[in-house]
């Protein structure tokens, strides 16, 4: 028994990386806006939704891997083989032009982090966009991945340290209600739920596992679902830990006035804290961003994945400069969480249609009961996008 307890802990050890990136991944600046912006508006309110989404998070995304485990192929490579390059192009595409204000919002939470270090963007964006493109320069998957997997392990302390250095907020001050109609609320909860699984996420851990030549479904599955656990509670931590700050103050931005009420929440080593995990988080975000949408449009084209490195650098260069002349653009990132829901729908119908495949899928195929979760789990995140549009019309209209 022990012996079989070992074998399956070097299985595990020996495809661990792409489910927990990806996931890890998932915790960007972005999200940690929107729960932040949780986390100041709503104290506990959203933290059992924040929960909640771990299901359709690993659900999701356990079909993904399960896709690169069963086929070798990344998603992109699958879809165009097996149905037209038409459609791959289609699924693809669309995740890849979104992608482009994913690195806006990566670029201007890196550049936020450092200012909160004193360091302005013009300096630190510029050095930290060439250590970008030397990690993938000429580098395997799996030392890149040796990179990621590090700067998560920094993402992580630090935001423990943050919400040590807070405290755990009182639950009877913050604690305001479950649920509310109002339209402000129906938005913010629409596009946490747009934080939890975005298109990019499904192209990474198809085509990474497929690298990694992981045969393993279930450590794939394990994995998958450790990361999901992981992405949510992180999640709650950075709303916990952002509980008292105001509002309006996330949503503008402004790293002095952030850096004032991080140290007046927290105690003076709060910002640099925060700002080190903020400059992790949209870092190992960016790389994994571009990787996923690089790797999807080589895929969809027939290059492969080998070739995706101008589609890497061609896609992030422009992002680079809009943080250093448009600084206060961090505050479309919640709106980004909604649109992201919609790009979804693509890949996340062509992946629950290739995982019931038996043909491709062979034994690894989804039976009844998955497909059923894959599909409920897809349409509650899509049904949130749709809950924010009509709430933004509501308030538009008010």
């Keep these: 028994m022990s012996y079989q307890i070992l074998d399956r802990l070097r299985t595990f050890a020996r495809s661990f990386g792409p489910a927990w ?11 940690i806006l929107t729960a932040a912006t949780d986390g100041a508006l709503y104290g506990y309110s959203l933290v059992w939704f924040l929960i909640l989404l771990t299901v359709p998070l690993f659900l999701v995304q356990e ?15 699958i879809i165009r083989e097996n149905y037209s390059r038409r459609i791959a192009l289609l699924t693809s595409v669309p995740m890849a032009c979104t992608d482009i204000l994913s690195y806006v919002a990566e670029f201007t939470g890196i550049a936020i982090g450092f200012q909160l270090l004193g360091v ?21 998957y799996t030392t890149v991945e040796r990179f990621l997997v590090a700067f998560s392990a920094v993402l992580i302390v630090s935001y423990a340290g943050s919400l040590f250095l807070r405290g755990l907020p009182p639950v009877r001050e913050y604690l305001f209600f479950f649920w509310s109609w109002k339209p402000g609320f129906l938005y913010l909860l629409a596009a946490t739920a ?12 198809a085509s990474a596992t497929a690298e990694k030549r992981v045969k393993s479904l279930w450590s794939s599955r394990l994995e998958t679902l450790v990361g999901a656990i992981a992405s949510e509670v992180g999640m709650v931590v950075i709303l916990l830990a952002t509980i008292g ?28 804290v925060f700002a080190v995990g903020l400059i992790a988080a ?23 994945r080998q070739k995706f490195f101008w589609i890497y650098l061609i896609e992030s260069l422009p992002a ?8 206060d ?38 039976g009844l009961g998955w497909s059923v979760a894959y599909w409920v789990s897809l349409a509650l995140v899509v049904a949130a996008g749709f809950i924010a549009l009509a709430a933004t019309f509501i308030q538009a209209g008010q």
């Design 245 to 272: 700050l105001n509002g309006a103050l996330i949503e503008t931005s402004s790293p002095k006035q952030l850096s004032r009420a991080l140290s007046f929440l927290a105690g003076p080593y709060a910002p640099y």
């Design 120 to 140: 302005a963007p013009t300096l630190s964006l510029p050095v930290v966009y060439v250590v970008y493109l030397l990690i993938v320069w000429k580098r395997g």
């Design 63 to 77: 079909a993904a891997g399960r896709i690169g485990v069963a086929t070798g192929k990344g998603l992109g490579e």
């Design 282 to 304: 949209s870092f190992l975000a960016l790389v994994v961003v571009s990787l996923g949408s690089a790797w999807g449009v080589a895929e969809a084209i027939g290059w492969g």
């Design 21 to 31: 990136v990806v996931m890890i991944a998932d915790v960007d600046a972005a999200s």
């Design 320 to 327: 680079l400069f809009v943080p250093m002349l448009f600084p």
């Design 194 to 205: 747009g934080a939890v699984v975005m298109p990019f996420m499904l192209f990474y851990q």
């Design 329 to 366: 653009l961090f505050n479309l990132a919640i709106g980004m969480m909604v649109l992201f829901v919609f790009v979804l729908i693509g890949p996340g119908v062509m992946v629950g249609l290739i995982a019931r495949k038996k043909r491709l899928m062979r034994s690894l195929s989804s």
